[in-house]
């Protein structure tokens, strides 16, 4: 999952420089300020339990294209190339794939997992990542990622 919202985080970070929307820029903001302490939670576990924390979003042997969600080199490269309205659109519908696929892990962090502190904290990532999948879909369902949302 680290790897996972480093991603997340680099996506959001395009969006300072590249969106033209004030909407989907407060979204990117709201998705940094949310991902980056739940990577410092989960860097704290991995220490505590003498484990390995993954490095960048590729992580210590990580195939980014193999975990949910993720974004591959390619569409990366395009993301980082869009701007304006077109940096929007694709950002919003990267993202909505990407929290699609966080959304995954975490359910499966839920039935599996052994420490019920990550278990809270996928339950919570669950509800906030599926609340932020209908508000990005509203965005997008407007026709402009700059309508208003309900």
Known sequence: MIPHHRQAIAMA??????????????????VHK?????IRTMTTWLRAWGEQVPRGIE???HNPSATPGMMSTHQMHRLKGALGSAFDTMFLTMMIKHHQGT????????????YGPAKALAADIVTTQTAE?????TMLSTGSPTATTR
Do not use: C, T, Y
């Open 103 to 114: 959304v995954d892990m975490a359910k499966s962090e839920q039935r599996h997992g052994p």
């Open 34 to 38: 949310e991902q980056q302490p739940e």
């Open 133 to 137: 999948i209908a508000q990005m879909r």
């Open 13 to 30: 970070d395009l969006a300072r420089e590249r969106a033209s929307s004030p909407k989907v820029k407060a979204f990117a903001r709201k």
């Open 59 to 61: 992580g210590a042997g």
